[in-house]
């Protein structure tokens, strides 16, 4: 997921909504690809694994450049209508959201609200499977 557009004028959050896959009881992965997490524990968007994958900088539809990070929907109805489209047997979980990157949204998706872009976030339940 990559921000079409970024924003100045909206506060990034500190706790939103993101999509994830159940690799077992204990653990979840992401959506798309990425090392497994579990719930109750801080992780950092720095990782190797992140960096190899997407580079330092994500470009957004209209050639504005931010840092690679956690990507985090602010409202629970984009984040499950995202889901619907992109990843229909994932789950829902509420995060929490630490050192914010920027704030975007994504028009390509006709979205409600925005999504804060961020280095830390930490899984502290599961809303919808």
Known sequence: MCLDNIVTDVEPITEGYKIYRRLNKD???????????????WYNSSSWIRRLLFGKYIYTGNGKKYKSG????HNFEDAKYYKGWSCPQGIL?????????????????????????????????IIHE
């Not at 920027?102 to 804060?116: A, E, I, P, Q, R």
């Open 70 to 73: 956690f990507h985090v929907f």
């Open 93 to 125: 979980v509420k995060v929490l959201v630490k050192d914010p990157i920027c704030v975007g949204f994504h028009d390509s998706f006709k979205l409600n609200d925005f999504v804060t872009v961020a280095r830390q976030i930490k899984v502290i339940e």
């Open 27 to 41: 653990k979840l992965i992401p959506e798309y690809f990425g090392s497994p997490i579990k719930i109750g524990k």
